[in-house]
């Protein structure tokens, strides 16, 4: 597997980088809606909420960012991945909506706070279960047609599908879980350390079923992680995230407060390492390539422009928010 350094390459890892921001900071807020029924209504609740009050909505930037570099950048994949995948994007959406609907809510309308508390969770875990369930429709494989989807409207909807979807709903929750420990106190980070242990135990063997099935959906795959010379590259990836999984359960055991986080972090990123090796350089894996999905030179040159303007900015604020709001939630709901 090569990596040429070309537009579409390089397009290709900024919608990456996009996604992967997306998963990271809005997978903890997601993870957290995925958790809240196990918090005590009140103090708990609202602790775990003002976490993420001032950073939530600005964590869908990346989203906006992927998508809309996707069509951008590579057209030809937006309009295959798409129409194959309408019902869980769509899903997805209603399931944002519906959450951020309620995080407002919740606090403007204190006697239907129960009734916000339940669309909050909802939303929540309509999302993750929905962008779960989009990645293993695509990593499984998606009918083409000519320069078309090919497929029917429930084909994205099989057990491996389902099994990546809760594999998601759980690796959100151990994110939202970690955050609480570095962001409360009190109670609050009490039952975070418990709900990280029974989320970390359930996200690795979601990691272990995912990385085991994956391979046997297509030969390719099967190819790159068992055969030479690709198992060179392949091998690290699963040494990695066991001796990363060693240090998160010794840090859990120690009570660290921020190390958990970090260390969930980096686990992610080494599944989504292990996915950019599945999958490149395919878009829509073992049908389309990047280089065939990708826009004209002359408009991956004006849009890299405008990123290189726009993704500093981007995180510039993003980090400037998360500097401001550093501090711990205390009980009284406040930094």
């Not at 690709?230 to 660290?256: D, H, K, N, Q, Y």
């Not at 991956?300 to 500093?312: R, S, Y």
């Amino acid at each position: 597997m090569s990596i040429n350094a070309d537009l579409a390459t390089i397009w290709a890892f900024i919608i990456a980088f996009a996604v992967f921001a997306y998963v990271v900071l809005d997978g903890f807020d997601l993870g957290i809606g995925i958790l809240f029924p196990a918090f005590g209504v009140g103090e708990q609740r609202d602790q775990a909420m003002n976490t993420i009050a001032p950073v939530w909505d600005g964590n869908e930037t990346w989203l906006v960012l992927g998508g809309g570099g996707l069509m951008a950048a590579f057209p030809l994949a937006y309009a295959i991945i798409l129409p194959a995948l309408y019902p869980p994007i769509i899903a997805m959406l209603l399931g944002l909506v519906f959450r951020g609907v309620a995080f407002e809510f919740r606090w403007r309308d204190p006697r239907h706070r129960a009734f916000w508390d339940v669309a909050f969770t909802a939303g929540s875990v309509t999302a993750a279960l929905a962008q779960g369930i989009a990645l293993g429709a695509l990593l499984q494989g998606i009918a083409v047609d000519g320069r078309a989807y090919g497929g029917g409207w429930l084909d994205w909807l099989t057990p491996f599908t389902v099994l990546t979807g809760m594999s998601v709903v759980a690796g959100y929750a151990l994110l939202g879980a970690t955050w609480l420990i570095a962001k409360t106190e009190g109670g609050a980070q009490r039952h975070a350390y418990r709900l990280a242990r029974w989320s970390g135990v359930i996200t690795l063997i979601a990691i272990g079923a995912v990385s085991l099935a994956t391979p046997f959906l297509d030969h390719d795959y099967y190819s790159r992680w068992f055969q030479m010379p690709g198992i060179l590259l392949t091998a690290p990836v699963p040494l990695l995230i066991a001796v990363l999984s060693l240090a998160f359960w010794r840090a859990l055991g120690r009570e660290a407060q921020y190390l958990p986080f970090l260390l969930t972090l980096a686990v992610f990123a080494l599944c989504f390492v292990g996915l950019g090796i599945s999958m490149y350089p395919f878009i829509v894996p073992d049908q389309v390539t990047i280089w065939e999905a990708a826009a004209p030179v002359s408009s991956q040159v004006f849009m890299l422009i405008g990123a290189g303007i726009m993704i500093p900015i981007i995180l510039g604020y993003t980090g400037w928010a998360y500097w401001v709001f550093r501090g711990k939630v205390g009980a009284d709901g406040y930094h």
